[in-house]
């Protein structure tokens, strides 16, 4: 999941970075939202998962960035 936020939610993006298939991409994030009992649609759902993975994350640089790193990031 964290590959996929990395991606700007953009499931061709992300399983292009995996190495996998469009609808293995699909199908996972389905079961972890079914899991989680999150929304991925919404900004919500996704703002959620990106709290709980960053609250997670052992270091700082596992992270998912706060904002698209082509528009750069509030990390500091």
Known sequence: M???LNNDAVLDRA???LGVHRHTMRT???QIAQILQL??????GRAR?????RATS????ETPP???PR????DA
């Open 58 to 61: 052992r270091e700082k640089a």
């Open 49 to 53: 998962a990106w709290a709980a993975l």
């Open 2 to 4: 964290g590959v996929w």
């Open 71 to 74: 528009l750069g990031t509030l």
């Open 15 to 17: 399983a292009t970075t």
């Open 66 to 68: 706060l904002i698209s």
């Open 39 to 44: 929304d991925l649609s919404t900004f919500d």
């Open 28 to 30: 996972r994030l389905t």
